[in-house]
């Protein structure tokens, strides 16, 4: 079976969500001798986009749409390592969580999940985080892209105090930020010196795309 | 005299979702829930009274499992009716089954700017304008803050500011949201001027505390803090889930029903281990994520059905019912605003719920818009009457009138019309006139003429003022908060 062929096949089963017999394509096509990073870019990483295109043309719905996402998650735990073997660029670590004094997560697990879909190493820390809980897992876990969320106006200004906290540690630089939540807008995430808003789970993966691409 | 005998009459249109049997289903189901899952409790205090006060199982993962025996003494204990009071005294409202009154939400981010149209944060000033509107227009029984006062000095005494911006311009009765246990006590401190001290406050509320358990299934400190407080203290209550079905709850309304029902149980089961007889009333917004756009919906079909339901279930258990209707996933006052909040109201009212609140909001619960209020006042009115249904008396049925016109008669000069037509429901807002009279008046919309009587009640309305004595006191209250969280 040709390479092209397997590759369609592995995005197939990733848009129908279909992990198991996604996971025995991409074995099988690792077992050929097809490069991981063929499999990520012409397999998974294509097939996810038709998802997010699809998604937002009212053609796929969110049950749907995580589906695919968590098979991505299943099918990056194998390709990861490989990439990574070959010294092949990953999608990069995404860190998410919610601030201080707020207990809203529908939104924040939602784009986590969505991460995953989009071929991130997601690191999800909950809810109600002091500030020095993001400066450690940004110390620890080394992400590409902090993200966090907050759902109440009186909750909001934690997120510029975790930038602040991530300043004071010397780390700001090291990092993206992106945030979000109902009461958030383009213009507090510019105030608070955040790097991008975004107003939902879709518009999160293309902007943090965009932003990857460009950096 | 012939006397009519075994009449059975409606007051009005006679609606219901769910019969006995299927309520029955719901309720056991969720006593089962109680008993095998349990619910989570992140307090101390409520953690001990399940564990020394009753029969409850505490798990080591704080998990609490109620018998169906415990829930239902503590069902037993609630009161069958709860008054509220306004202010000003001249406002009473009474809690009854199939008694509907009408309220705004609360705590809205955003707001819509009367001289830009733009989405801006909602200020102190916008709540005191909420009030002003609710305080004048007639078909709103109950007032809660509309948008939230983002102005305040400390995010941690926002509620304090807010109560007081409310008190200024409204004397209806209110539901208040509260930051914690400490700043619903101030609340209730604030009331407790206002109506003469915790005993009369008893007696007639001046408010009810909007609460919520985390679904599925949880209760977080703070909730259980102010849960714990209002039973103390004799303040009604509202531990009012807000499941989105397909992310919190079962997809499935039954499901949902079921989860939704448990937490309000474990509610009334934890309020009477400490108090019997807190007034707990049951609620919910309860409705579906949209699965295109992650939206919690204000707007869909599922959240009247649910919360009909749910007040079904509220009857049948003897609680009283906090349900939601006139709010709408819409941007701004369009057709899609009209449809999504007059169904919802529509629903609400056929339902029978006490208190129908979020009327009036507009972008999925982010959004406030004083014109949304105006607007909603006529849909109500509409409704109202809808609601009212027919009365079939002798005089109703109009039979020596009928008579009198005879066959080619007329009616509009008849005494009959002069007394009766002004049973009818008397358009303000909507327009009824003929093409060329409504061109030559500009061809105005009701969005136009909705905001011309905004502008009219925010010129003309004075609410009755608070007595300075009073008001210096209650500015203590808030002063002394700002002063502790500093
Ligand atoms: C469900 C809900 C709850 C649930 C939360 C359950 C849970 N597990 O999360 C419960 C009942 C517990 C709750 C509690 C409270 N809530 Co609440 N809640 C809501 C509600 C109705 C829906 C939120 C939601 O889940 N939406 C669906 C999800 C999918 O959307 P989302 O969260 O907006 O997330 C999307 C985007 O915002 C974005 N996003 C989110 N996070 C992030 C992060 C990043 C990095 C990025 C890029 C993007 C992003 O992408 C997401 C997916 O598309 C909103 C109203 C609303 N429309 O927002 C009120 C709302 C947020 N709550 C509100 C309030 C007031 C409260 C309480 C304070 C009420 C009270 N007094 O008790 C408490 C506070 C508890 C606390 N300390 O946090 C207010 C906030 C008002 C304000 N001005 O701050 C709102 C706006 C409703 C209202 N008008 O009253 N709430």
């Known amino acids: 079976m040709s390479t092209s062929s397997t590759c369609s096949q592995i995005s197939e089963a990733l848009i129908a969500g279909r992990q198991e017999e996604l996971l025995k394509h991409i074995h099988s096509a690792l077992e050929q001798g097809t490069e ?46 490989k990439l990574i073997e070959s010294n092949v660029k990953t999608m990069g670590t995404f860190v998410i969580g919610t601030v201080l004094r707020d207990l809203h997560d529908i939104g924040k697990n939602l784009v986590a999940m969505m991460m995953e879909g989009a071929g991130f190493k997601v690191v999800n820390l909950g ?25 109440l106006t009186t909750t909001m200004p934690q997120m510029g105090e975790v930038i602040n906290a991530l300043k004071e540690a010397g780390i700001r630089d090291q990092v993206k930020i992106i945030v979000g939540g109902a009461p958030v807008t383009e213009e507090f995430a510019q105030e608070i010196g955040a790097d991008v808003y975004a107003a939902n789970a879709a518009a999160t993966v293309d902007k943090v795309k965009a932003m990857m691409s460009a950096a | 005299m012939v006397q009519t005998m075994n009449q059975t009459v409606f007051r009005g249109p ?14 056991g189901a969720a006593i089962d829930v109680l008993e095998t899952v349990g619910a989570q409790f992140h307090h101390e205090e409520a953690l001990d009274l399940f564990r020394h006060k009753s029969d409850a199982v505490v798990d080591s993962d704080n998990v609490v499992r109620v018998p169906a025996s415990l829930v239902e003494r503590a069902l037993r204990s609630q009161p069958r009716t709860i008054t509220l009071q306004g202010r000003s005294g001249k406002h009473l409202l009474r809690m009854i089954p199939d008694e509907v009154a009408f309220g705004t939400g609360s705590d809205l981010p955003f707001f819509i700017d009367r001289t830009t149209g733009d989405r801006r944060r909602t200020v102190r000033r916008d709540v005191c304008d909420a009030g002003k509107i609710v305080d004048y227009l007639p078909e709103y029984e109950f007032f809660m803050s509309h948008g939230i006062v983002t102005d305040a000095p400390n995010p941690q005494t926002y509620d304090r500011h807010q109560y007081l911006a409310m008190l200024e ?27 003469g001290g915790p005993d009369n406050f008893r007696m007639r509320p001046q408010f009810v505390a909007y609460i919520e358990p985390i679904s599925p299934l949880n209760n977080d400190r703070t909730a259980v803090e102010k849960l714990l407080l209002a039973a103390e203290k004799g303040i009604p209550a509202m531990y009012t889930p807000c499941p989105s079905c397909g992310a919190t709850a079962p997809a499935s309304l039954a499901g949902m029903l079921v989860q939704s029902l448990a937490e309000t149980l474990m509610a009334v089961a934890l309020c009477y281990l400490k108090q019997p007889g807190t007034p707990l009333i049951m609620g919910g917004v309860t409705t579906v994520m949209d699965m295109q756009t992650t939206t919690y919906s204000y707007g869909a079909p599922e959240l009247s059905l649910a919360s009909a339901a749910n007040t079904d279930i509220s009857k049948w258990l003897g609680l009283r019912m906090f349900s939601t209707g006139g709010c709408t996933d819409a941007k701004c006052l369009d057709e899609q605003c009209a449809a999504e909040q007059m169904t919802n109201l529509l629903y609400a009212h056929l339902s029978g719920a006490n208190l129908v609140h979020d009327v009036g909001y507009i972008g999925s619960g982010t959004i406030a818009s004083l014109d949304s209020l105006v607007l909603n006042n006529e849909m109500i009115g509409m409704v109202r009457k809808f609601c009212a249904g027919i009365n079939t008396d002798d005089d109703h049925l109009a039979l020596d009138v009928i008579d009198e016109a005879g066959p080619g008669g007329e009616f509009l000069t008849h005494d009959h019309t002069f007394r009766h037509w002004k049973e009818w429901f008397l358009p303000r807002l909507q327009d009824r006139s003929d093409w060329d009279t409504w061109t030559a008046d500009g061809s105005r919309t009701i969005v136009d003429r909705t905001r011309e009587e905004t502008d009219r009640i925010l010129a003309e309305h004075e609410p009755e003022p608070i007595d300075p004595a009073i008001y210096s006191r209650l500015r ?11």
Request: proline share 4%; net charge negative; glycine share 6%.
């Open chain 1, 36 to 81: 991981a990073e063929q499999i990520m870019n012409e397999g998974l990483v294509a097939a996810m986009d038709a998802v997010g295109q699809r998604w937002k043309a009212g053609d796929m719905f969110l049950p749907e749409v995580i589906r695919s996402a968590k098979a991505m998650s299943g099918a990056m735990e194998i390709i990861r390592p």
């Open chain 2, 169 to 195: 311009t409204c004397t209806k009765p209110m539901v208040l949201t509260s930051v914690d246990g400490e700043g619903l006590n101030d609340l209730w401190r604030m009331a407790c001027l206002l109506c």
């Open chain 2, 14 to 27: 006679q609606f219901r979702v769910l019969t006995d049997s299927q309520i029955e289903r719901i309720y």
């Open chain 1, 127 to 151: 809810i109600d985080l002091e500030p020095q809980v993001f400066v450690d897992a940004v110390k620890e876990h080394k992400p590409d892209i902090l993200g966090m969320s907050a759902l």
């Open chain 2, 476 to 486: 203590k209250i808030v002063k002394e908060a700002d002063q502790r969280h500093s």
